[in-house]
């Protein structure tokens, strides 16, 4: 009986050797990651009291997993606790990539923060880690870094580093055959050229990006494309095709309401639309949509 009990006592001991406590858990949140942050965030949240007793090695993955799912969800990072303690670790004792990862989410903890230059450092410093001429580099993930950083130049104002930085996103998407990302580059590096006044290259931009999300079955990314097209349009007095690039963004987009009024932040739609009824002299239609896009403006001062 002695004996018994010595083998199960040694099973236990090497089955915790290979399988140390919660790294199950932390596999298949790692695996629902990408298509469902979510998930992966409500497995993480569950296992929370409980990893208190893991290794430190998975104390410090559960909270490099959690960041990464609230990223990924599009939740703010700003009240995030303990990432300073986690790219420590894996500085120490991490590879390229996990530091990388590490790197990348301080910068956006500091980007939901407001602090665009600690934010970029962070990012460049994460970019740094990436060996981009190993076969097994994340590809994909060094492209979302380059497109944070082009968001923040955009924040900022600045088209031209922001037009690199989306080239060099747009280059890593194709390398990582990530092609939902490709053309997300496509669409937002339309809106550098537009501060460079480059029209022709806004156009070229947008009208690729249009096609490709139809292409793969985003109609409703598609249509959101429109209102750059509509700008061009009124400009050059094309009035029918502005009417029905802002029609499509209308009914296709999916932001408005089902009182015809669009969501908080895309008020520029009604300066298209009230423009495009002013120049076809319908002027009741024109005062109505001017008027609610002034609404608007009241409504974000107070």
Known sequence: MKRLLYWIGLLIGITACVNPKGEDVLAEAEQLMRAYPDSALSLLEQVEKEAASYSRRNRMRCRLLQAEAMNKAFLPLDSMDGMDEVLDYYLSHGNRDERMRAYYLMGSIYRDQGNSP??????????????????????????????????????QCYPQMELEQWKQAMRYALLAKDTLMYIQCQDYISGAYFLLSKEDSVVYFIQQAYRNYLKYGREDWAAATRI???????????????KQALDE???????????????SGYEIFYSYIGEYYEKTARLDSAVFYYWKLLRSCFDFIR
């Open 118 to 155: 600690l934010a970029l450092q962070y990012y460049r410093d994460a970019i740094g880690e990436a060996d981009t001429t190993e076969t097994d580099c994340d590809y994909a993930q060094v492209s979302r870094i380059y497109a944070q950083m082009a968001l923040l130049f955009d924040r």
């Open 228 to 242: 750059v097209m509509a700008d061009y349009y009124l400009k050059h007095d094309s009035l029918d095709k502005a």
């Open 249 to 263: 963004y209308r009914n296709g987009s999916g932001f408005f309401e089902s009182n015809d009024s669009v969501w």
